[in-house]
């Protein structure tokens, strides 16, 4: 036997030697604690969905999970955390599927391509930003607050805080013909502070924040920036009641793992997922939140990933958002 044909004897004895360790690798997972990167600061709104997912987790799961909180740059810092990772399910991201979508599009500096470096576990809720105003302010519809920012010089303010609730604006803008001018804001709260104040006309607000705010009476919601309503809250008309069928800025959250992560553990993480936000608990968690269960497979998440990484690309050209 040549040199070569040892080489490849000894090779193919290796990995079959190792399969079996990788296939009891699998089955016993997890056997040591599990990371789920959050890019939000511990306490947010976006954090309370990372947690208790987190925490159903680890009883399902009977190991233990770690939430590893790595906010700023706009995600990008979660981005690397994830893409540093060894592909064995022992480290995943939970966040928007639309920030994973809209990133490459409007970041220049993106460590990875999260398309070819990631792959995704399962969606597991969806909703829409909401359009929030002042209680005070005379208009009950998105028609009437249209009508009156258009008799304003300037057409008034807008408060920003992410992505979603941007292009959900700019795109309003686009759609009713205004010039309302952005402003920026680090966070909701202090973007809520001046709305309540009437400092600003109105915003597109992430239902986790605006929903108590609503129930309670302190903001109006007129409309969420979709064209359906959500089942957690029927009674605030969508941008298709509201006559601008065109605003569909589906938000949906998602499980993300290494790309290269075994077939195994990506299944019976998506099982434990869905097993979740299907459940009793889990349902009225999501709908406390402002958000509706959207379970699916690693397959359909992975498409609804790409196919929403075209849609934010146009959806951030028609805004006129430039990339940064």
Do not use: C
């Not at 190991?63 to 740059?73: C, F, H």
């Not at 966040?95 to 599009?105: F, K, L, T, V």
């Not at 303010?157 to 992410?162: F, P, Q, S």
């Not at 406390?288 to 050209?317: C, H, Q, V």
């Amino acid at each position: 036997m040549t040199f070569i044909h040892k080489l490849k004897s000894f090779a193919a004895f290796a990995l079959v030697a190792a399969a079996p360790t990788l296939a009891v690798a699998q089955a016993d997972y997890p056997n040591r604690d599990i990371h789920i990167i959050s890019s939000q600061a511990a306490g947010s709104g976006a954090d309370t969905i990372v947690r208790f997912y987190g925490s159903k987790i680890q009883e399902l799961s009977k190991g233990t999970v770690i939430v590893d909180n790595r906010p700023g740059a706009f995600g990008i810092l979660a981005f690397k955390a994830l893409a540093d990772a060894k592909p064995d399910g022992y480290t995943l991201y939970m966040s928007a599927g639309s920030s994973i979508a809209s990133a490459p599009h409007l970041y220049n500096n993106m460590p990875v391509d999260p398309l070819k470096a990631f792959t995704q576990v399962t969606s597991l809720a969806k909703f829409a930003f909401m359009l929030v105003l002042p209680k005070e302010s005379p208009y009950n519809d998105v028609k009437s607050l249209v009508e009156g920012l258009k008799k304003k010089p300037d057409n008034g303010l807008y408060g920003a805080t992410a992505t979603s609730g941007v292009v959900s604006a700019e795109l309003l803008k686009v759609y009713a013909g205004l010039k309302t001018t952005q402003v920026a804001y680090k966070d909701s709260r202090s973007a809520l502070t001046d709305l309540m104040a009437n400092q600003i006309d109105f915003m597109f607000m992430d239902p986790l924040a605006a929903n108590e705010h609503i129930r309670a009476g302190r903001i109006k919601g007129l409309a969420v920036a979709m064209q359906d309503r959500l089942g957690s809250m029927p009674e605030i008309p969508s941008m298709k009641d509201a006559g601008f069928p065109q605003i569909d800025v589906v938000t949906w959250w998602t499980v993300t793992a290494p790309a290269g992560t075994p077939r195994p553990i990506i299944d019976k993480l998506a099982a434990w997922v869905n097993t979740i936000s299907e459940s009793p608990e889990g349902k009225e968690f999501l709908a406390r939140n402002g958000m509706d269960p959207f379970t699916g497979t690693p397959e359909s998440a992975n498409a609804l990933l790409r196919a929403d990484s075209e849609k934010w690309k146009d959806y951030i050209a028609k805004a006129g958002i430039e990339k940064q």
